[in-house]
Structures are given as C-alpha cells and as structure tokens.
C-alpha cells in the first residue's frame, strides 16, 4: 500500500505570497492531518479533516487554511506568507481520526520564504 | 494542558551501546495513547509503537524496547546494541483527546558513531 505523499516536496516563496500545499493519505485513510515542524517551535499541529470537514484545529492565525476533497486528499494553504512560516509541513493520514488511531506521516513539504 | 517532555536535546554513544530516550508526559484523561517516532534526516515520521493507557506491559521489538510506568508519567524507549543506521531524531507523542492528533516534545536527537 502506498504511504502518504506530498506535493511539492521543496517550495521557495517571498514575503506576502501565498501558497498551496497537497496531501493524498493512505488508500483507505479519511483522516488527515498537518503539522508544522520548525527548529524553535517543535512540531505543532496546525488541523485536522475528517470527510471534508475541519474538525480539529491547533493555534495559528487564519492564514493558515485547509481543506479535504470527496477523496480523502487535502489541501493546505498559506496566504501573505511571512519568515516565520518557513518550516517543514508535514500530513499525517489515519483510518478515522479517532482516539487511538495511529498516524502516518509523509515525507513533508519543506517551504522557505524569503 | 497536555504536555510531553524530553529532556535530552541530544545524546551521542558508540556503535553496540545501550541508549535510553527519556519521556514523561501529562493529562488528565484516563483513556490515552503515547507514540515513539523516529524522524530520520530524510524528514519523515516513522511510526515505531503506540501504546495505550490501559496496557503497561512492556515491550520488545528486536533491539527496542519500551517501558510504560503509569505511577510516574513515563514512557521510555531502549534500543540495545545500537547502530550507526539509529541516528535520527526521536519523537515521543500522546494522543489529543478525543483524536488522532498529537502533542509532540521536541524531540531527542540520537547520534551513533562507529
């Protein structure tokens, strides 16, 4: 079975752009969620969709979005992006989202701005 | 609040020795999951075990171990004759309540040199 992966793995952008990051998790997974990784902050959980429904959400500002298609794959974006947002952003897909379901990461979307 | 805590950044040992992750965390749920993953630099997460609230039995998987200790809060991880292919960073996890999603400590930085 194919892991989780995501597009694009590498990304540069500058100061107010935004951007758009996708997620397709595990055949079967209808849960997916993303964190950011940065060296100051650890890992942060950032949301969590579950049928194309937010259900969860960590504590950033709105620019942070999300969203989960009929599919399972999702999408995350980033609008008048800033230094600070350069971090590794990593999805995570499991079976339900429920208490006690593992999650598995995929390989990250590491994004730079400049 | 939840919270995890590892309080060793970084820990260096030669090839075949023993090494011990430390991992205390903190919830007022009865019902929770800790997780170990190991971040090699590639960057992605790989799940290594899941252990719920309820199960304190130790447990072995070739070279690692864990051990679950309720009374004092503590999920430690032991990988026996270690290898120059452990080095990664390593993440101890429990579980959101109510979700899938993680609180994350920031992560024990393993390096094993030959």
């Known amino acids: 079975k194919a892991g989780v992966t995501q597009t694009p793995r590498y990304l540069i952008k500058t100061r107010g752009q935004q951007v758009t990051l996708s997620c397709s998790p595990i055949?079967?997974?209808?849960?997916v969620s993303w964190y950011q990784q940065t060296p100051g902050q650890g890992l942060q959980f950032l949301f969590e969709?579950?049928?194309?429904?937010?259900?969860n959400k960590g504590n950033f500002p709105g620019r942070f979005s999300g969203r989960q298609f009929s599919n399972s794959r999702s999408e995350m974006n980033v609008s008048t992006l800033e230094l600070g947002d350069s971090a590794l952003y990593l999805c995570?897909?499991?079976?339900?989202?429920?208490?006690?379901?593992?999650?598995?990461f995929g390989p990250g979307t590491r994004l730079t701005v400049l | 609040a939840q919270k995890v805590t590892q309080a060793q950044t970084e820990i260096s040992v030669v090839e075949k020795e023993d090494v011990t992750l430390d991992c205390v965390y903190e919830?007022?749920?009865?019902?929770?999951?800790l997780f170990w993953y190991k971040q090699p630099p590639s960057g992605e997460l790989v799940f290594l075990i899941r252990?719920?609230?309820?199960?304190?039995q130790n447990e072995i998987s070739g070279r690692y171990s864990w051990n679950f200790q309720k009374s004092t809060s503590s999920f430690n991880f032991t990988i026996t004759a270690s290898q120059v292919v452990d080095s990664a960073v390593y993440f101890c996890?429990?579980?959101?309540?109510?979700?899938?999603?993680?609180?994350f400590g920031k992560g024990t930085m393993l390096l094993v040199s030959p």
């Open positions: 995570a897909s499991s079976l339900e989202g429920q208490l006690g379901d593992t999650q598995y």
């Open positions: 055949s079967g997974h209808r849960s």
């Open positions: 969709y579950f049928s194309e429904t937010q259900r």
């Open positions: 919830t007022r749920d009865t019902t929770y999951y």
């Open positions: 252990r719920n609230s309820f199960d304190e």
């Open positions: 996890a429990l579980s959101d309540p109510g979700y899938s999603t993680l609180t």
